[in-house]
């Protein structure tokens, strides 16, 4: 039997304005989630981005919102500006046939207007903790109507130090109140939270699958000790040659540092992290979608907002923390059926990390050379005469045969066309190609990739077949920090 939103008790306005919108079948966490939401059941969902749960919470909390109703009936917490934009944006969609008006409060935006927002009148609020909490120290966000708590991401607001103010705000909202709360992980914080603020939950759970590591081709490149991260990118992209991609760094710094770099090797390339302005951060996105830029350096908490389909390529500059970090993050890639490439830049200190990633999923991630000056020079070759192909049969190309003719006189017709051939070589030729580059090498070979701790001595001979279950040791410990909260990253 095929489940429909209709057959999960959602309203006969509601399952129309979603078939307007082009929602037919519900996924597995919507027809876990949507029914026990709409009988007024605590929620508690463990499910990755991209598995539809806004619309899990967000079509059966409009079902409970009275619009007659100006007051605030429903708070939406969610860790950053660009994820409470795209979730009010979503629940807008939703209630479009409704009198439900939806306010998104965070930062990088005027704080007195959004006041003014709240005294015209609300029934829905999303916002970041940490505007939501000035909202409420100002006296200008009143919870004693609530009727619905969603933490949405809420690993990720305690991976980014929020959690002491979701526990702020939780305490400001009446007892009478419902929660739902969705994290794609269940650290131990996480987990007394809900037992604190939610009463005898219904837990709903999407398995998590190993379905997009397999149809994207993850790859990683070893660097030379004597080398920095941003001299093996350069090679890495003349051969990967990605249609559009993100490149995940740590931090802001070395996100502009990177962009700087790859635009003066010719790229077309932006930065994307929290220092950039709201409308900065529009313009970009904007261009990315319309292929204006190729690759977008970004940071992981300025990614979220990134929401960018089609993306050939994802590069992990740095390497995360977390598995799952680096799962939701090559995520991005090979969805809807198409493939993707993952790529990590690995340094000795990044090999604890990997190994980590590796025991996650269950298997050896592919470990590739730094392309060769040869195999570079071979492959922008191969492009100029691809090039040289199109413009053989373009109509300009007569324009230039009487000089061709006139040169002919004194020189071989051959070396008349390699000349021009390696002037606009060397005029396309990025800077850092006329530099001394190549891989360190030992006897004309690059030295044997060594896997593991201690300089892979241990791992010497190893196969590399997948992790069994037998095989794998101590779970590594999920790291759920206290990071101090960034009002930047909001």
């Known amino acids: 039997m ?14 129309e304005q979603l078939s307007e919108i082009g929602f037919e079948t519900p996924t597995d966490i919507q027809a876990q989630a949507i029914p ?46 660009e994820l409470a934009q795209q979730v009010a944006q979503a629940v807008t969609d939703f209630a479009v046939s409704r009198r439900v008006h939806v306010l998104t409060v965070c930062g990088g935006q005027s704080i007195e207007r959004q006041i003014r927002s709240l ?11 940490g505007r939501v909490i000035d909202l409420l120290d100002r006296q200008k966000l009143k919870l004693d109507t609530l009727k619905w708590v969603v933490l949405d991401e809420a690993d990720e607001m305690l991976s980014m130090g929020f959690i002491d103010d979701v526990i702020k705000i939780m305490k400001s909202t009446p007892d009478t109140r419902k929660t739902a709360c969705f994290s794609a992980t269940m650290p131990r914080a996480i987990q007394d939270l809900v037992q604190k603020f939610l009463k005898s939950p219904a837990t709903v759970t999407v398995k998590q699958t190993n379905e997009a590591p397999m149809r994207i081709e ?19 992209l003349e051969i990967e040659q990605p249609e559009r991609g993100i490149i995940f760094v740590r931090t802001k710094r070395s996100a ?51 929401d960018v389909e089609d993306l050939s390529h994802v590069i992990n500059y740095d390497l995360p923390d977390s598995a799952e970090t680096y799962i ?13 490439k993952a790529i990590s830049l690995i340094q000795p200190m990044d090999r604890h990390l990997l190994s980590r990633i590796e025991r996650r999923l269950k298997q050896r991630i592919e ?44 020189y071989d017709p051959q070396a008349i066309a390699a000349a021009a ?47 069994s279950e037998g095989s794998r040791s101590k779970k590594p410990t999920q790291w759920s920090g206290n990071r101090k909260r960034s009002h930047a990253a909001q």
């Open 2 to 15: 095929t489940i429909s939103f209709a057959s999960l008790g959602l309203s006969e306005r509601c399952v």
């Open 36 to 81: 026990q939401i709409l009988a007024g059941r605590d929620v508690v969902g463990q499910s990755q981005t991209g598995t539809g749960k806004t619309a899990a919470y967000s079509l059966p909390v409009l079902e409970h919102i009275d619009p007659q109703d100006g007051t605030v009936q429903a708070l939406i917490l969610a860790p950053t500006r």
């Open 119 to 129: 005294q015209r009148g609300a029934q829905i609020v999303v916002g970041t903790p």
């Open 218 to 236: 993850q790859r990683v490149y070893m660097i030379p000790r004597s080398w920095t991260k941003i001299k093996a990118l350069q090679p890495i």
């Open 256 to 306: 502009a540092e990177i962009t700087v770099k790859l635009q003066g090797a010719g790229l077309t390339v932006d930065e994307y992290h929290g220092d950039l302005s709201q409308v900065q951060r529009e313009r970009l996105v904007q261009r990315f979608r319309n292929g204006q830029v190729q690759l977008v350096v970004a940071t992981d908490i300025a990614a979220r907002g990134l």
């Open 328 to 340: 939701h993050r090559i995520g991005r890639t090979g969805r809807a059926g198409k493939t993707g």
């Open 367 to 410: 470990t590739s050379q730094i392309p060769t000056r040869s195999l570079v020079e071979a492959r922008r070759l191969e492009k100029l005469k691809s090039t040289l192909q199109e413009t053989l049969s373009g109509e300009r190309i007569a324009s230039f045969l009487p000089t061709v003719k006139e040169l002919s006189a004194e």
């Open 421 to 467: 051939l390696q002037m606009v070589y060397d005029q396309s030729c990025p800077a850092w190609m006329k530099t001394d580059w190549d891989v360190p090498t030992d006897d004309g070979v690059q030295k044997p990739i060594k896997r593991g701790g201690g300089g892979g001595g241990a791992n010497k001979g190893r196969s590399r077949r997948p992790y």
